[in-house]
């Protein structure tokens, strides 16, 4: 059973970084595919960026495309995503999420979930 748990969030002015972190027990997340996804209040969760460390693979949204790096650190078994040019509309609760394989990444069809890290934008 993997365990995830996001940090890194918080309050920002609009054009700052943040590096969100999502720190795993229970599984080596480098033999999963990780996701970040996000929900807005009154909106549905939406896919932000996934790794597939063992494969080298990394995907975005075109929201954050440019904006964003997803990485992972397999010392330290932690995903991050690294969000620079923070606007207004990037203000949600940040999930990280886990699978087992490279299939529909951008659903919300993951196996495992954190409880998720709240970032709120001002401008």
């Known amino acids: 059973q993997v365990q995830l748990v996001e940090s890194g969030g918080g309050l920002v002015q609009a054009g700052a970084s943040l590096r969100l972190s999502c720190a795993a027990s229970?599984?080596?997340?480098?033999?999963?595919?990780m996701g970040w996804f996000r929900q807005a209040p009154g909106k549905e969760r939406e896919f932000v960026a996934v790794i597939y460390y063992s494969k080298g693979w990394t995907y975005y949204a075109d929201s954050v495309k440019g904006r964003s790096t997803i990485s992972l650190d397999n010392a330290k078994n932690t995903v991050y995503l690294q969000m620079n040019s923070l606007k207004p509309e990037d203000t949600a609760v940040y999930y990280c999420a886990a699978k087992r394989t490279w299939t529909q990444v951008r659903t919300v069809w993951y196996d495992y979930w954190g409880q998720g890290t709240q970032v709120t934008v001002s401008s």
């Open positions: 229970g599984g080596t997340l480098s033999t999963y595919v």
